[in-house]
């Protein structure tokens, strides 16, 4: 079995959507997180495996907690579309 590794901005999952499921389903495919919007997008997705370092984009923390770049709807997206996410 192939692992496939993105960092980029997000135009991945584009690009899986376009490649052959048969194709997609025998690699494993782990995607660098970002800001919300990018780690919203690619959790999204049925293509991914693996979100990794979903705090990587830059978030103003706040004054007494630490920004993990995940919350409840990104959590309950990765569990409804089987997605670990890796820090």
């Known amino acids: 079995m192939d692992i496939i590794c993105f960092d980029g901005n997000g135009r991945e999952v584009e ?36 979100l990794l370092d979903p705090h990587q984009g830059y978030r103003k923390d706040k004054i007494y907690q630490k920004d993990s770049g995940l919350n409840e709807v ?7 579309n089987d997605i670990a996410i890796g820090f």
């Not at 660098?32 to 690619?42: F, P």
């Open 15 to 50: 690009v899986l959507k376009k490649a052959p499921f048969t194709f997609i389903r025998e690699k494993i495919i782990i995607l660098q997180g970002g800001d919300d919007e990018l780690n919203r997008k690619n959790l999204s997705s049925k293509y991914v495996d693996i």
């Open 74 to 80: 990104l959590c309950k997206l990765a569990k409804e």
